[in-house]
């Protein structure tokens, strides 16, 4: 990850690199090397040249609806890496799933039918091992009186409690909503498969490099594989979130120069103010706690 992509998206780029942390304890599971990594490229590919180069997972498709479609096939990072023109919704009910596939989903749009469609496809196809991430924009609408009828006409009546109103969507109150609809509908799908294999929630991020952003997602574990889900230690990773409390992914706007002054004081004391005058005590700790994550610097 380059420090350019770093400073357009900061908190994104915390995100990908912590999900990759994640996604390598996978080897648990069975050799990296055999897993399938399905995502949308776009014209960059930042995660999937992170995760070819970080993991070993060569068998890579990428889902794209944009056109022309010979503009991504050109900026492909490796030669491997499958571009498949058309929308989630088309290509990923063509697609054969390897047994082990990590499958981020990382929609710019906010959740709706469409995309809740494509994740029950997917919890009920991958194989036990597998991880299934989604991301959707969840930037409540801005005309206050407008949120929830815009959530039940782009998720249906059903999966939008009495309860939600136009007021408990403000804020991070969307996000909230949705990680609870797109639990429920994973749940729900679990209970379909025949190998009555669970889905192990580890991810549930919130971030906003502009409009509020909502990551959730996690491993299908079959009983089978419940050893090595087990041995693979997700819990280890301090970012891991496991129910309704989120990550708040919100790191300090920092130049190259007062990132590497903070690495010189790294780890930090307890109570230090941090050798910036002009960084609050909170950016510092908050760079503290995220440094690892950052990009690597010259």
């Known amino acids: 990850m380059s420090l350019r992509s770093y400073l357009n998206r900061p908190a994104k780029s915390i995100e990908r690199l912590m999900l990759v942390d994640a996604f390598r304890r996978l080897s648990a599971f069975g050799s990296l090397a055999e897993y399938s990594y399905i995502g949308f490229g776009a014209h960059e590919f930042v995660d999937f040249e ?10 890579m498709i990428s889902i794209e609806k944009e056109t022309p479609v010979e503009r991504f096939q050109f900026n492909r990072p490796f030669g491997s890496i499958v571009v498949e023109p058309g929308s989630s919704a088309t290509v990923l009910p063509k697609l054969t799933f390897r047994p082990h596939t990590i499958m981020w989903l990382d ?8 995309v809740i469609n494509d994740l029950i496809l997917a919890a009920s196809r991958l194989g036990s091992g597998s991880a299934l991430v989604v991301t959707v924009n969840a930037e ?34 969307l996000a909230e909503l949705d990680r609870e609809i797109l639990s429920d509908e994973v749940a729900q799908t679990m209970r379909t498969r025949a190998d009555r294999a669970a889905f192990e929630q580890l991810f549930h991020f919130r971030y906003a490099d502009g409009a509020r952003m909502l990551t959730w997602g996690g491993v299908i574990v079959a009983d089978s594989d419940r050893r090595a889900f087990l041995d693979a230690d997700f819990d280890e990773l301090d970012f891991i979130r496991r129910g309704a409390a989120a990550y708040e992914l919100a790191p300090p706007a920092l130049t190259l120069r007062e990132m590497l002054r903070l690495n ?7 109570g230090s103010p941090g050798p910036l005058a002009w960084l609050s005590r909170n950016e510092v700790e908050a760079y503290a706690r995220l440094h690892r994550w950052y990009p690597s610097l010259p």
């Open 50 to 59: 992170l995760l070819w180069r970080t993991t070993g997972i060569t068998e």
């Open 140 to 173: 409540p609408e801005k005309a206050f009186h407008e949120r929830r009828r815009a959530v039940v006409s782009r998720v249906g009546e059903r999966r939008v409690p009495a309860t939600v109103t136009d007021g408990s969507l403000a804020k991070w109150g």
């Open 107 to 114: 929609y710019t749009a906010k959740l709706s039918t469409a």
């Open 264 to 270: 010189d004081e790294l780890p930090l004391d307890a």
